[in-house]
Nanobody, 121 residues
């Protein structure tokens, strides 16, 4: 069982930045594909970004060029740097993990509890 703990959410104004972090409780973090999903009120959970166990990233079209995902194996941590935020980015952001997962069709086996991001206009 892998536990994921997200942090870094908050309230910001449009155009500002936030960095989310997710720490995983596993000794084999290096073998995990990590991802960020988000869910806005009344909407389904949607894919945001993923990074493969080997370091290859993948992004949703809606965040490409604004968000950057990175993975620091020494700290068992995945980050999501979010720049140029808009009100449409408001959602609860969830971290997901899958051992050797596919960054295009990732279905995380493990999920964090989520962290709220609110962007005001």
């Amino acid at each position: 069982q892998v536990q994921l703990v997200e942090s870094g959410g908050g309230l910001v104004q449009a155009g500002e930045s936030l960095r989310l972090s997710c720490v995983a409780s596993t000794r084999t973090f290096v073998f995990y594909t990590m991802a960020w999903f988000r869910q806005a009120p009344g909407k389904e959970r949607e894919f945001v970004a993923a990074i493969s166990w080997s370091g290859t990233p993948n992004y949703a079209n809606s965040v490409e060029g604004r968000f950057t995902i990175s993975k620091e194996n020494a700290k068992n941590t995945v980050y999501l740097q979010m720049n140029s935020l808009t009100p449409e980015d408001t959602a609860t952001y969830y971290c997901g993990a899958e051992r050797y997962g596919n960054i295009v069709s990732l279905r995380p086996a493990y999920w964090g509890q989520g962290t709220q991001v609110t962007v005001s206009s």
